[in-house]
């Protein structure tokens, strides 16, 4: 209990400190790429969730984050639907279909699954490419309504991401720490011995693949009014796909810090790659640098603070 | 008070074109000591893979406490009592040998005790079977008496009522057979109904008070451990024509 009351303190802190970083009137491409860096912290904390925790990679991160964005130009399009909504929905919509890929692990397991979900990614692409209404192939501006919180929509969106962040790190905690968080541990190490060992390891496969899609989907439903132009090909970017991976992998997928380290590192190292070298570059260094964690540190950065000497 | 009666009544089993098991049929009383042997691939674990849920079936019924169980999953007939152990044991490699047996503990044992009860309770069991040293070590650093006295261990860790056991001594010294088998002879006594699956005829000729031969998925024979010895089928079974 007092862990639990530490936590939300720090959870508020967290929270109120991006409010008070939104009302600082720093140059604004600092919340424009303290969003992106956030975003991955949301991405990859809802990865790991079915990722590290039940050791299911899903390959098809971009799907379930442009879902999200989708769900939120279509709700912005038909309702001119608040943003709280369009972050609700986004998550239900991606939830479902993380449901949907929880009854493939029925069937599927290891680099099968991974696959299926790659799969799902292309499929889902080929479909929105072909939807008018969400501007099929050629993309969709978005018109962002005047007169946000904050007086400017790029911090509102900063402060928004802050508390999602926060919000997605909190749930991985606690799952982590309750009885959920064990079996799906257990499920991970053997499904078969966990499922003989009354682990009701279908509920708990099903309960993470749809937590894991709905942070996903809550993570993009923002995204259309923080670009405001999206298209296909920028919603189902293979950068999520290969970040939500490899942040974890970097951080250690063992607890809820280790995405947020690797986001946070990652994150960050590709925001000012971005800035000073180009954007192209991205993926290649995330590449180097998660081989050489595979191979070097396959535990991950937390695993290296736990172990410093190794075994 | 004691339960765990098993009732299988024409069990079969096919992999694709193969029949692995082909109408079993075999009634496990409670508190018995029950011996299943068979030479290599005649179906033994795929019996107790039908048995615990690991597999469906093809047809047949199977019955625990009077209760059908042939359909349920798995992990609510380990609830149920009928608790197997691995013939190619499977540790949960992350968690110490502790944690291992607070997952059954926890799920299986019916209410989800505080914690601090689990692991008190996990202790206990590990001090029973000898393990009490190697409670806080992963799976990994375990010599292979204690991964099988793990296995063990767990199993106990969701109260069966019903223990199978598969082949817990394979590839053990005949004083670490006496060792497992003076485990399984004390959860007898403590009411455990169980079934042993065991290649060790000295082994299971001790320990059983009924034993049942499957060969080709189909059992040819069954009786006491003095009848089992003295039929000419097993012995044709096993030693060929
Ligand atoms: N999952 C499976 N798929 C296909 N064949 C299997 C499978 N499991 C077992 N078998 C086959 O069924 C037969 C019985 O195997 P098994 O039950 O493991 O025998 P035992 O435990 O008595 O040695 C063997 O011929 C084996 O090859
Ligand atoms: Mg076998």
């Not at chain 1, 769900?71 to 939830?95: D, H, K, N, Q």
């Not at chain 2, 069991?125 to 006295?149: D, F, V, Y």
Request: with cysteine; glycine share 12%; aromatic share 8%.
């Amino acid at each position: 209990m007092v862990r639990t009351g530490g936590g939300l303190l720090v959870s508020l802190a967290v929270i109120v400190g991006g409010i008070l970083l939104a009302s600082l009137r720093v140059n604004l491409y600092f919340y424009f790429a303290g969003y992106v860096v956030l975003q991955y912290v949301v991405v990859a904390t809802a990865w790991n969730i079915l990722g590290g925790y039940a050791g299911y990679v899903n390959f098809g991160t971009s799907a379930f984050f442009a879902l999200g964005a989708y769900t939120a130009i279509f709700l912005i399009e038909a309702f001119r639907a608040p943003l709280p909504v369009l972050i609700l929905a986004g998550g239900l919509v991606s939830g479902l279909l993380g449901l949907g890929i929880g009854y493939l692990t029925l069937r599927l397991k290891g680099v099968f699954f991974s696959i299926a979900t790659l799969a799902l990614s292309v499929v889902l692409q080929t479909l929105i490419m072909n939807w008018d209404y969400v501007g099929g192939a050629k993309g969709v501006t978005v018109i962002r309504p005047g007169s946000p919180l904050f007086g400017n929509w790029v911090r509102l969106l900063f402060t928004v991401m802050v508390g999602l962040a926060v919000a997605a790190v909190t749930v991985a905690w606690i799952i982590e720490r309750s009885w959920v968080g064990r079996g799906l541990r257990a499920l991970r190490d053997s499904e078969e011995a966990a499922e003989c060992m009354g682990v009701p390891t279908l509920r708990l496969k099903l309960f993470a693949t749809t937590i894991s899609g709905f942070l996903l989907g809550v993570a993009g439903a923002p995204f259309p009014y923080y670009v405001t132009y999206v298209e296909p090909s920028s919603a189902f970017n293979l950068d999520y796909a290969v970040n939500a991976l490899a942040m974890p992998m970097i951080g250690g997928t063992t607890t809820w810090i280790g995405p947020v380290i690797g986001a946070v590192l990652l994150g960050t190292a590709q925001q000012v790659a971005t800035v000073t070298i180009s954007s192209e570059l991205n993926l290649l260094i995330v590449g180097v640098v998660l081989v050489a964690f595979v191979v070097l540190a396959p535990e991950g950065i937390v695993g290296l603070v736990r172990r410093p000497r190794g075994r | 008070m004691v339960g765990g009666r098993l009732e299988v009544e024409g069990l079969t089993k096919r992999f694709g074109g193969f029949t692995a098991l082909n109408g079993v049929s075999l009634d496990v009383k409670s508190g018995e000591r029950f011996g299943l042997i068979g030479p290599n691939g005649s179906g033994k674990t795929t019996l107790i893979n039908c048995v615990s849920g690991a597999l469906s079936t093809d047809g047949g019924r199977i019955r625990f406490e009077g209760r059908d169980i042939t359909a349920i999953p798995a992990h609510q007939r380990t609830r149920l009592g009928v608790v197997r152990s691995f013939q190619i044991p499977k540790p949960f490699i992350s968690m110490t040998v502790l944690e291992n047996l607070v997952i059954p503990l926890e799920y299986a044992a019916g209410a989800r005790a505080e914690r601090a009860d689990c692991a008190a309770e996990a202790m206990d069991i590990l001090r029973t079977i000898g393990l009490e040293s190697k409670a806080h070590t992963r799976p990994a650093g375990l010599t292979q008496i204690e991964m099988r006295k793990l296995e063990l261990a767990r199993a106990m860790a969701a109260k069966p009522k019903l223990l199978i056991s598969d082949e817990a001594m394979a590839g053990l010294s005949s004083g670490e057979v006496d060792d497992i088998l003076t485990i399984l002879f004390r959860l007898n006594e403590r009411g455990i109904t169980i079934i042993m699956i065991e290649h060790i005829m000295r082994a299971v000729m001790r320990f059983s008070e009924r034993i049942i031969v499957l060969d080709a998925g189909e059992p040819i024979a069954e009786g006491t451990p003095n009848e089992i010895v003295r039929n000419s089928a097993v012995e044709k079974a096993y030693l060929g024509e």
